[in-house]
């Protein structure tokens, strides 16, 4: 029985962790870096909290003599990709990603790409606008250097502290997001600008859609740069990866 290692934290590293138990012939490990904070439940053991960087990772593949590793984590998690891919290199594990791909502009989108939250902050302008914040407890601080914009921010968890600016609504909600439900969110709270990550995936692309629909603009940050290993964009292309590795083993 092969020992595989998932870092997961997206709902593909879910689906893949259910997919690859249904085999029955493979020890996997689910790991959590543990900032939501009530994750969903998981299909297999679950590891909870960070490996002390790429040391303790490369420590824990070895302790656990680990066959395989797979980083299925968000495609923002770029320190935590390229940890991955040093702790495979130095342990001597093979290591996969599972990586979705980024939404693509569309005749209709109006996008501006930004590499954080400073220059989305820049991108908003000086003159007061109705902005939507889709994005993470550990982005929207940047926000709080314009306080002339109205927010509406909508994440897993709480934001603590809550932004320090005048007019801030909060949203606690989990994806999947409908595009009719997006729209009809957006014409409620009267958005004229979407801040996001281009997350990629159906889940969280019905704002997107629904922008387009409303002429709304966007603003996206970039993808980050992530280390060159053995990569697919699904987790049935991913689960194929495991089953040809899985292979020899099952001869």
Do not use: C
């Amino acid at each position: 029985m092969k020992t595989v290692l998932i870092l997961g934290g997206t709902t593909e590293a879910r689906h893949l962790a259910a997919k690859l138990a249904a085999r029955g012939d493979l020890d996997i490990t689910l790991s959590l870096a543990g900032r939501t904070e009530k994750p969903v439940a998981q299909p297999v053991p679950v590891r909870i909290g960070g490996f002390g960087g790429v040391q303790g990772l490369a420590d824990w593949l070895g302790e656990h003599k680990a066959d395989l590793l797979i980083d299925a984590t968000h495609p923002y998690a770029a320190r935590i990709s390229a940890n991955a891919a040093e702790a495979a290199r130095i342990s001597g594990v093979p290591i996969f990603a599972l990586r979705r791909p980024g939404w693509e502009p569309v005749a209709g989108d109006r996008w501006i790409l930004v590499d954080d939250g400073e220059e989305a902050v820049a991108a908003l302008g000086k003159t007061p606008r109705r902005v939507f914040l889709a994005l993470g407890r550990q982005e929207v601080a940047a926000f709080e250097a314009a306080p002339q914009h109205a927010y509406v921010i909508r994440s897993v968890d709480p934001i603590e502290p809550p932004l320090r600016v005048p007019d801030a609504t909060y949203i606690l909600a989990r994806g999947p997001f409908a595009e009719v439900d997006e729209r009809a969110l957006l014409e409620a709270q009267k958005i004229d600008v979407i801040v996001a990550k281009n997350s990629g995936g159906q889940a969280t692309y019905g704002k997107i859609a629904a922008a387009r629909e409303l002429g709304i603009e966007v603003i996206l940050f970039r993808r980050p740069q992530l280390p060159d290993v053995l990569s697919a964009p699904s987790v049935s292309a991913m689960a194929e990866m495991v089953n040809h590795f899985a292979a020899p083993a099952e001869k």
